[in-house]
């Protein structure tokens, strides 16, 4: 009983921490002048993915042995499949519910869903471009890394600079264009750590960003160690716990930072921190996993990594057909489901 009160306690801290992060990740945002965008594809992304490529890095060089290699490339794989599945998911899903909302309060009935499901998720064209582009970036790195593991080679742990030199470009190229984003001057709210400042100090927006960060990590290794300990005691195997449920756990802090954000009115800032967050598990943590790990995958690596470009595919063919609606990017989730299912097999 006590895992299922802390993994409780876990998700309400994360989500807080969140809320607290995302207030302050914008206004650090506005400090450094990188443009709306690159507050969610960067800063924010960045910020909830260093904890775990950390977690990835002390995994493959810790020296545990094989097995612990082994949870370091399971991360760098599950960190991807979650998010182009589950965090494009529920960010679908909590668009449609506000939008229910706002159309239930002027009218009812079955055409007040339809009016919800099919309304567009991104109005600009411009943004439209711009998480294509980001998926555009992210599928080809992500064939390659999924390729290096089905093949052995000499030269292969030195490819892992390759990764690390395609999130340099990524990265860079989001700096510059950041400075051509509309609306950087939009009103902010206040700072919570100084909520009666108009304009708050610079140490109190890196103490908030700092702090919330540090909660946000350790609340997430707790809620990891949870699952790993309810896992048996629903009946799941080790193997099935870490594939299936742990990168939903490890992934938390940027599905949260969607869900507030959309209910924010921002579901622009929502998917960029996706797309940005992913740009960092397909390279840092591979990085790492190819020059620290022999990088060799077995079936249901292999598998994750199938479903995670299919679910990639399907959000491109999705966007370049101008389609991408809150039920179509909610649909994004059954590619989970599809992992899940056909895990059975595999592990049998």
Request: some cysteine.
């Amino acid at each position: 009983m006590i895992h299922f009160l802390l993994l409780a306690v876990c998700a309400v801290a994360i989500y807080l921490s969140c809320e607290w992060f995302v207030n302050a990740v914008e206004w650090l945002g506005r400090r450094l002048d990188v443009g709306k965008m690159a507050v969610g594809t960067i800063l924010a992304a960045f910020g909830t993915a260093l904890p775990e490529s950390v977690v990835t890095l002390v995994a493959v060089t810790s020296g545990g042995g094989a097995e612990r290699k082994d949870i370091g490339v399971g991360a760098a794989m599950g960190g991807p499949l979650a998010l182009a599945t589950v965090a494009y998911g529920v960010t679908g899903a909590m668009l449609f519910v506000k939008r229910r909302r706002q159309v239930g309060a002027m009218a009812t009935g079955p055409g007040a869903a339809r009016a919800a499901l099919t309304g567009q998720v991104l109005e600009s064209k411009d943004a439209v471009r711009r998480l294509a582009k980001d998926q555009s970036w992210f599928l080809p790195i992500f064939v390659v890394k999924v390729a290096l593991g089905l093949v052995a080679f000499a030269v292969k742990p030195a490819l892992g600079l390759m990764f690390f030199a395609a999130y340099a470009a990524y990265f860079w190229r989001e700096i510059r264009s950041g400075s051509d984003d509309e609306e950087d001057d939009e009103e902010l709210e206040p700072l919570k750590l100084q909520p009666r400042a108009s304009s708050p100090a610079t140490w109190a927006v890196l103490a908030q960003t700092a702090a919330t960060l540090m909660v946000i990590f350790f609340a997430s290794q707790l809620f990891v160690h949870q699952l790993d300990a309810i896992g048996p005691m629903l009946g799941l195997s080790a193997s099935v716990t870490a594939l299936l449920l742990s990168p939903i756990a490890t992934e938390l802090p940027e599905i949260m930072n969607a869900v507030i954000w959309v209910r924010q009115g921002k579901t622009e800032l929502a998917l960029a921190n996706i797309s940005g967050a992913m740009m960092i598990q397909a390279t840092v943590p591979s990085g790492l996993g190819l020059l620290f790990t022999p990088w060799h995958f077995d079936g249901a690596l292999l598998w994750s990594g199938l479903v995670t470009i299919a679910a990639i595919g399907y959000l491109l063919a999705t966007l370049r057909a101008g389609r991408l609606t809150a039920g179509r990017l909610a649909v994004s989730a059954g590619f989970y489901g599809v992992f899940a299912l056909g895990l059975v097999p595999i592990l049998a």
